[in-house]
Structures are given as C-alpha cells and as structure tokens.
C-alpha cells in the first residue's frame, strides 16, 4: 500500500518561516518521483516544488522560487518543503505527490501525472 502524510501546517505571519513534512511509505522509496502542491479555496491545484527519484533534480513554480526548497532524508522516508518568507498568497492546502518514475533526471510539474496523494496540510500566512 502506498501512502502518503502531511504535517507541519499552521498559521503563520507574513514573512515568517514553515517546513511541511511527508512521510512516504517504503514502497514508494525507490523510483518515485516527488511533488507539492498547493490548492486555495476557490482555486485549481497547482504544482509548488519536485523532485526526482534520484533527488539530483529539482524544479519550482516561479512564485516560489527562491523562497521554498523541496528535499528529501532518504534515511527516514520523509520529503519536506522548507518555506521561507512567507506571503498571504501562500495559503491553501499543501499536498505531496508522488510518481513511479525510474527516470534520474525527470521532475513533473502537471498534477495529472501524480498516482499517489496525501490528504493534506492547512497552511494560512496571515497579512
């Protein structure tokens, strides 16, 4: 059974600092690329952060680069997001992702290509 769980959400101020945490079960250890995403209420998904299998490979969503980065401890079956200075715009519900890749190199930034999600974490930047 493959699974996936967030944690690490909260609210937070602007500016502030938040790391979201995703434990993966180990099935999913080799081979699987992973994601975040991020939906606000009203909104569509939309992709944060990925990683490929190998974790050689990472890719952002331009709203977000240079504030968040995405890694991953191989060690305790965990992927995290760290996230640095905050903005409103930031709230949704974050979610991690994962696909079956076997590619070294490919990150994945459509959401339809994602077999496998958690439930998801609240994050709220307030103003």
């Known amino acids: 059974q493959v699974t996936l769980e967030e944690s690490g959400g909260g609210l937070v101020q602007a500016g502030d600092s938040l790391r979201l945490s995703c434990a993966y079960s180990?099935?999913?250890?080799?081979?699987?690329?992973m994601g975040w995403f991020r939906q606000a209420p009203g909104k569509e998904r939309e992709f944060v952060a990925g990683?490929?299998?190998?974790?050689?490979?990472?890719a952002y969503a331009d709203s977000v680069k240079g504030r968040f980065i995405i890694s991953k401890e191989n060690s305790k079956y965990m992927v995290y997001l760290q996230m640095n200075r905050l903005k409103p715009e930031d709230t949704g519900v974050y979610y991690c992702?994962?696909?079956?890749?076997?590619?070294?190199?490919?990150?994945?930034?459509?959401?339809?290509?994602?077999?496998?999600w958690g439930q998801g974490t609240q994050v709220t930047v307030a103003s």
């Open positions: 992702a994962a696909k079956n890749s076997g590619d070294y190199y490919l990150t994945y930034r459509e959401r339809t290509e994602y077999e496998y």
């Open positions: 990683m490929s299998w190998s974790g050689r490979s990472t």
């Open positions: 180990v099935r999913i250890h080799s081979s699987y690329a």
